[in-house]
């Protein structure tokens, strides 16, 4: 296993197109999780899948934003009618286990440009 | 709300000890990682805590304290590689395991 994938590392879209991204985690691990990333910040958490089973999505996520995990293996994040603030890198990782103590492997994740 | 609060950035000379600290207010608490993170990289895992105390792993140590909010990461022998940002993240007991982070603290090693 080569660790978490994503897919496409770099995406540029004009304002008002729809992206979808995809992310392949770790064989075993059950958890799934997505973050967005600005420059000079830490991720900011936008949903949380345990298999195939959406746990939680942030408050802070509008409507434009859906991710899903059909088969609780790979996952996908759409974005709808993009906007410029939407530009980031998105990050996907994975973990497994049952309790807390599940470090999180993270994917090299998905430049988004909104031009 | 959720908050974590970590130095924006940091300087310190290859060969000696630094101390990233950490303060959070959370609401449920499950754990603290501390993460490394490159420029352009993805982050990686450094260390976890759930218990008081200090948990070290080579030249990196880890440091919690529950009742007061409040971890430290402890980097000696420093390294030019070890430039990179530091994030620090709590684990919520939200009836799941969502994990957030801190913005983290760039420490640049200098020769």
């Known amino acids: 296993d080569t660790g978490v994938s994503q897919d496409p590392r770099h995406k540029i879209t004009k304002r008002g197109q729809n992206v979808t991204f995809r992310c392949d985690p770790i064989?075993?691990?059950?958890?799934l999780y997505w973050y967005r990333q600005t420059l000079g910040q830490g991720p900011e958490f936008l949903t949380y899948?345990?298999?195939?089973?959406?746990?939680?999505k942030s408050r802070l996520l509008s409507d434009r934003f859906s991710a899903e995990r059909p088969k609780g293996s790979f996952s996908t994040l759409e974005i709808q009618r993009t906007e410029q603030g939407d530009s980031a890198m998105y990050l996907c990782?994975?973990?497994?286990?049952?309790?807390?103590?599940?470090?999180?492997?993270f994917g090299q994740g998905t430049r988004l440009t909104v031009v | 709300g959720q908050n974590i609060d970590q130095p924006t950035e940091m300087t310190a000379t290859e060969g000696a000890i630094v101390q990233i600290n950490c303060t959070y207010q959370?609401?449920?608490?499950?754990?603290l990682f501390w993460y490394q993170q490159h420029a352009g990289e993805a982050p990686t895992f450094l260390s976890y805590?759930?218990?008081?105390g200090l948990e070290e792993k080579g030249r990196f140590s880890s440091f919690l304290s529950r009742s007061k909010g409040y971890s430290y990461l402890l980097l000696k022998e420093l390294q030019m590689k070890d430039s990179a940002s530091y994030l620090c993240?709590?684990?919520?007991?939200?009836?799941?395991?969502?994990?957030?982070f801190g913005a983290g603290t760039r420490l640049f090693v200098k020769a």
């Open positions: 805590n759930v218990l008081d």
């Open positions: 064989s075993e691990h059950n958890r």
């Open positions: 899948f345990q298999n195939e089973a959406q746990l939680e």
């Open positions: 959370t609401s449920g608490f499950n754990g």
């Open positions: 993240a709590v684990s919520l007991n939200t009836g799941g395991f969502k994990t957030i």
């Open positions: 990782a994975s973990s497994r286990g049952a309790g807390s103590h599940t470090e999180a492997f």
